[in-house]
T-cell receptor, first 114, second 115 residues
């Protein structure tokens, strides 16, 4: 079965600093990969997705992610973090033929220091 | 696009009571999903519908849980004889299309507290 690991439970960065959130997946074939963001008490908002093609994908709010098959990773990056980026970030994988069900990681809580 | 709507936002109930949640997906979306999220965890898949057909149920969905989507539009999730372990955020999502790569659009969830 597929799985997603987000090794960092909490990350704190200073506003204006760069950010990288790690995500590793386990799945035999090429997965469909997603990053979602969740603010307190809210649902999840899609930041970006990878299906095929260019391994560097651009998303909303200045985020990007790079798919690395050799490392089974899909890390999320942002060159300069804003205070409003403080939230919880979830990496997810959908499997082919799986009805587009998502398997989520446990999330990374991002704190931004001013 | 009015987004996915869930009602109520919060529900407090006593153990043993039944509760029902409603989800209104984005109007043209044919797929509807229910997820459960407990504190400090990512959402876990419960069940999904394609139009009115319930195509898959997770083993997390015990026989106390039932979901319906009678006309292929809104959906309800009912929990009978609630237990304290049912306390969680229940998220609904919808998507458009037949494939496996249509992004899911999530509602703001219903937070259930069982006392």
């Amino acid at each position: 079965a597929q799985s997603v690991t987000q090794p960092d439970i909490h990350i704190t960065v200073s506003e204006g600093a760069s950010l990288e959130l790690r995500c590793n997946y386990s799945y035999g074939a090429t997965p469909y990969l997603f990053w979602y963001v969740q603010s307190p008490g809210q649902g999840l908002q899609l930041l970006l997705k990878y299906f095929s093609g260019d391994t560097l994908v651009q998303g909303i709010k200045g985020f990007e992610a790079e798919f690395k098959r050799s490392q089974s990773s899909f890390n999320l990056r942002k060159p300069s973090v804003h205070w409003s980026d403080a939230a919880e970030y979830f990496c997810a994988v959908a499997t082919t033929g799986g009805g587009n069900k998502l398997t989520f990681g446990t999330g990374t809580q991002l704190k931004v220091e001013l | 696009d009015t987004g996915v709507s869930q009602d109520p936002r919060h529900k407090i109930t006593k153990r043993g009571q039944n509760v029902t949640f409603r989800c209104d997906p984005i109007s043209e979306h044919n797929r509807l999903y229910w997820y459960r999220q407990t504190l400090g965890q990512g959402p876990e898949f419960l069940t999904y519908f394609q139009n009115e057909a319930q195509l898959e149920k997770s083993r997390l969905l015990s026989d106390r849980f039932s979901a319906e989507r009678p006309k292929g539009s809104f959906s309800t999730l009912e929990i009978q004889r609630t237990e304290q372990g049912d306390s969680a955020m229940y998220l609904c999502a919808s998507s458009l299309g037949q494939g496996d790569n249509s992004p899911l659009h999530f509602g703001n969830g219903t937070r259930l507290t069982v006392t």
